[in-house]
């Protein structure tokens, strides 16, 4: 069955720090992952998708299939950054996202 | 925002009512889905749609029906709500490749 984990319910840094916000997954072929984010009150955005291996907003994650883990990494969180972030998981037939618990990033200034 | 509303943005309706969803889309894709949030959860799948007519079942569909008569849209109804349907709804779309994109929401209060 596929399982999406976000370890941290909660996380604060300071301006200006690195983030790294976890994600474990546990699919049984070969999985699809998603970032999205979403800012007070507002809609999910796509953040990041594993395939395309970009940087938005100077995020990154990388797929470690030995760890099966997705973290979302930025080297110096800005205020801007805090919000609600989601890891998702595609499951077979490409209908089924499933999406970790959430983890909520606050910049302290 | 991938050309998706939703309508009612909030609403509050009392138990035993029957409450419909609306979601709206204006770029003609075939995929729709039905997601609630809740703090804990995450997003779940209620329902989605692979197009006019063709519905399934998600992970949380129990006391909820859709319905697609057309393509750019996709109701969601609570056929008589309950206060552990007081949720925050979304609607997605699934365009091009594998990932969704989200509409802005429905608050739903059921007192």
């Known amino acids: 069955a596929q399982r999406v984990t976000q370890p941290e319910k909660l996380l604060s840094v300071f301006k200006g720090a690195p983030v790294e916000l976890k994600c474990n997954y546990s699919?049984?072929?070969?999985?699809?992952l998603f970032w999205y984010v979403q800012y007070s009150r507002q809609r999910l955005q796509l953040l990041l998708r594993?395939?395309s291996r970009e940087s938005i907003k100077g995020f990154t994650a990388d797929l470690n299939k030995g760890e099966t883990s997705f973290h979302l990494k930025k080297p110096f969180a800005q205020e801007e950054d805090s919000a609600m972030y989601y890891c998702?998981?595609?499951?077979?037939?490409?209908?089924?996202?499933?999406f970790g618990t959430g983890t909520r990033l606050t910049v302290i200034p | 925002d991938a050309g998706i509303t939703q309508s009612p943005r909030h609403k509050v309706t009392e138990t035993g009512t029957p409450v419909t969803l609306r979601c709206h889309q204006t770029?003609?894709?075939?995929?729709m889905y039905w997601y609630r949030q809740d703090p804990g959860h995450g997003l779940r799948l209620i329902h989605y749609?692979?197009?006019?007519?063709?519905?399934d079942k998600g992970e949380v569909s129990d006391g909820y029906s859709v319905s697609r008569s057309k393509t750019e849209d996709f109701l969601l109804t609570l056929e008589s709500a309950t206060s552990s349907q007081t949720s925050v709804y979304f609607c997605?779309?699934?365009?091009?490749?594998?990932?969704?994109?989200f509409g802005p929401g429905t608050r739903l209060t059921v007192l």
């Open positions: 998702a998981l595609i499951g077979t037939g490409a209908n089924n996202l499933f």
């Open positions: 997605a779309i699934r365009a091009g490749g594998s990932e969704q994109f």
């Open positions: 770029e003609n894709h075939r995929y």
């Open positions: 749609s692979y197009g006019v007519k063709d519905t």
């Open positions: 594993h395939i």
């Open positions: 699919y049984s072929g070969s999985p699809e």
